[in-house]
């Protein structure tokens, strides 16, 4: 049992916090949308270039074959600098059901481009994960020549406007589900652009009778469930590091606040009352970080009933200290805490964004129980 | 980053399991597992048969009897005895006053308390706490005054678990009322509980039983040679305690036994067409609590990982401490509520059980660990020990 990053870990950790560091993630430039996203745009490449995208990806296709625990080593600093790169939808989701579902060709074709910085997706998921679903809210439809057509609405595709593919996963069930590759600018399909709270952009995506080519689908049609899951699962554990990453920004920024802020001729930091909620934040915080190394060590070896169990407590976790630790980093900030000009807000708005992503913790509350349960006790 | 045990700790940990399948006798099982119902007799059988393979004091230094385990071989030790509901063993004797010996004892001291120790012959108690000392112990006013070879003991300890077994107490006394500082005029003194002029009176606590006492000295005189370090040394002695036992202090494995009973009660506990388990609200609830179990229980296995490599991380134990009591109280107190009225019931013979029969001890205990938020240092004054950390040195998160 142990608990330590590897050396080669450790620096890559490391080279990433650097670069993020020099670059001055937009925080610095709260609220300017365009800014941010341009800075993206700009540091995708050399996000690249650091190695970042090929981090996961299997060797044979440019990667450099990392697992769920380089995942969160990475996150953990993409979320520390507040970096909101969007990693997570294309290096771990997209290549990851590309990794398990493509064909040889389709590797070939989509993850060398990944790996390069050349290729951005965006996860149109139907809302397989949402509470009570019962398939995605995309429909596959079959036509007479074999071809095959989708239908659908999803009220909020995060990163659409700015992707180069969509990743549409479709099917009324549960155990059948096909994810199929659709340009955005495909006939039929209609992308409604907006901002998420976290100044990332987003858009609801409808497909009206878009077709879809066989070649542009990842796997057997309605074969997808497996590996969607898995997927998920990792990008569940990888969004929780990116969650401790920014609870920890926000702690820093907490325990400096309360030693510099003055009032009542002391620092903050004298007063108990906040001493102890402090406390409580640091104690949520190393909670959180605990599930998450649990979760991604589990995550390393193919899913069992533990490791799930372990993702759902992990997200649970995550989403309860990330309310607890975002609303008090704010309280104890006072004012200045409201002010957009902080990053303080934009962590809480980033926690909140990414709360329902890959399982709202009530999704994750219920399957945490039911796998819990479905042993004698 | 790896959870697994290593190949040579899984054939310790078999070596443990065939050991406590054939050493742990079943009516032994669960008679004392939590403090609060304890029975001296059953310990004390259990015990001998731990000193016999020599396993008693595994954490003691090599020369004494210890066995220079690792940390995860230690976790693997206290993880089994506790699955199996092993009883637990004096932690004031084993666990506290056992190592100080060893650390700071002259060898005569060594000599005649240790074997004594592990023989059970001697059952120690600890005399911190007083009247009008509880948190701030530094305040402390029992005094130890020198007349020739002797001390003379005057003053009051209070809450001193099993003072009514003990054979002998570690003491902390004032020796020097006039030190600058209250900390440097305090030492340790080993007394018998035989010597004249104590007197032990029970306390009764909210769960009905009798665990701790008032202790009086009236002049009691104590021989020197039961002073243990130097004069005036007796806070730094005490205080080396808080280094032994970082591991274990949450319990989990043990809140983990509680939350089973709960899931069986509740299992038990009709509800609609389901169970009270099925139970939206319940169900939740007790996931919430059983997640935030796991995470302390990764988190306990982080602080044993990193122990060698933790300074500057001295409030590790004090999260245990917090979260390891709270989590149980709620876990406890969750298991009342499904107990329904059965738990509002002393669970006697007379009165109506619960058809799951896990519930018997519950109500008991679940007022008992209402304790553990309060005593071995209160949550309050850790959550001072964690701000200080955070607020004075640098920690980095
Ligand atoms: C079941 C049980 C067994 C015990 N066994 C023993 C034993 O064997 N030997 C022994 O010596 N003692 C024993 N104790 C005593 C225990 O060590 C004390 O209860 C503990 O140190 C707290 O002291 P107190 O009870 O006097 O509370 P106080 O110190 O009076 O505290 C009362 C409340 O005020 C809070 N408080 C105090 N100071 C501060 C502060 N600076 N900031 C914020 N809050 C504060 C406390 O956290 C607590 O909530 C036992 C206690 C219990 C409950």
Sequence with gaps: MEFSFTGIQSEFRATLRRFLNERGAPAAQAGEREMARRWRAEHWAELAELGALAALLPEDCDGLGGDSVDAIAMLDEIGRAQAGAPLIETAIVAAGLIGRLGSPAQKREFLPAIAAGRLKCAIADGGILAPGASGSSFELRALDNGAYRAQGRQALVTEAPDCDWLLVVCGGSLSALSVFFVKPGQAGARLQPFWTIDDRPAASLSLEAVALEAALRLGGVGEAGAALADVFDCAAVAQCAEAVGLMASLLNQTIAHLKTRTQFSQPLAEFQALQHRLVDMYAAYELSLSLTYKAAILSKQAATDDQRAAVSGAKVQTAEAARLIGHEAIQMHGAMGMSSELPVGRAVKRLKAMEPQYGLPSYHLRRYRALRRSHAV | ?397
């Design chain 2, 1 to 397: 980053m790896e959870l697994a045990l290593t190949a040579e700790e899984l054939l310790f940990q078999r070596e443990v399991r065939e050991f406590l399948d054939s050493g742990l006798k079943p009516e032994w099982r669960g008679v004392s597992d939590s403090d609060n119902r304890s029975q001296p007799e059953v310990t004390a059988q259990w015990q001998a048969v731990l000193a016999t393979k020599g396993w008693l004091t595994p954490a003691w230094p090599a020369v004494h009897g210890g066995l220079g385990w690792s940390p995860m071989q230690h976790h693997i030790f206290k993880e089994e005895c506790s699955k199996r509901r092993a009883p637990k063993l004096s932690s004031m004797s084993i666990g506290m006053i056992g190592p100080l010996i060893c650390l700071y004892g002259t060898t005569a001291q060594q000599a005649y308390y240790l074997p004594r120790i592990i023989s059970g012959n001697d059952v120690w108690c600890q005399g911190f706490s007083e009247p009008g000392s509880g948190s701030d112990l530094a305040s402390l006013k029992t005094a130890a005054r020198r007349d020739g070879d002797e001390y003379v003991v005057a003053g009051q300890k209070i809450w001193t678990t099993y003072a009514h077994y003990a054979t002998h107490m570690f003491c902390l006394v004032r020796t020097n009322p006039l030190a600058a500082r209250p900390q440097a005029g305090i030492s340790m003194l080993l007394i018998d509980m035989k010597l004249p002029g104590i007197t032990v009176r029970p306390i009764r606590t909210i769960d009905g039983e009798h665990h701790f006492n008032e202790v009086f000295f009236d002049d009691v005189r104590v021989p020197e040679s039961c002073l243990l370090g130097a004069e005036n040394q007796g806070w730094d002695v005490a205080r080396s305690l808080l280094a032994f036992e970082r591991s274990g202090i949450a319990d989990v494995v043990a809140t983990r036994q509680a939350l089973h009973d709960v899931l069986a009660i509740a299992a038990g506990e009709a509800r609609g067409n389901g169970s009270l388990l099925q139970d939206d609200d319940f169900g939740d609830r007790l996931a919430r609590l059983e997640i935030a179990l796991d995470a302390l229980e990764t988190f306990e296995l982080r602080v044993m990982d990193a122990g060698p490599r933790c300074a500057g991380r001295a409030h590790d134990a004090s999260i245990l401490k917090i979260l390891g009591s709270e989590v149980r109280q709620k876990i406890h107190m969750l298991g009342v509520e499904a107990l329904g009225q059965v738990g509002a019931v002393w669970p006697d013979d007379a009165a109506p059980a619960h058809p799951s029969g896990a519930g018997r001890h519950l109500v008991q205990d679940a007022l008992f660990f209402r304790a553990a938020s309060i005593y071995g240092g209160a949550n309050e004054i850790q959550r001072n020990i964690i701000a200080k950390s955070l607020l004075k040195s640098p920690v980095e998160i």
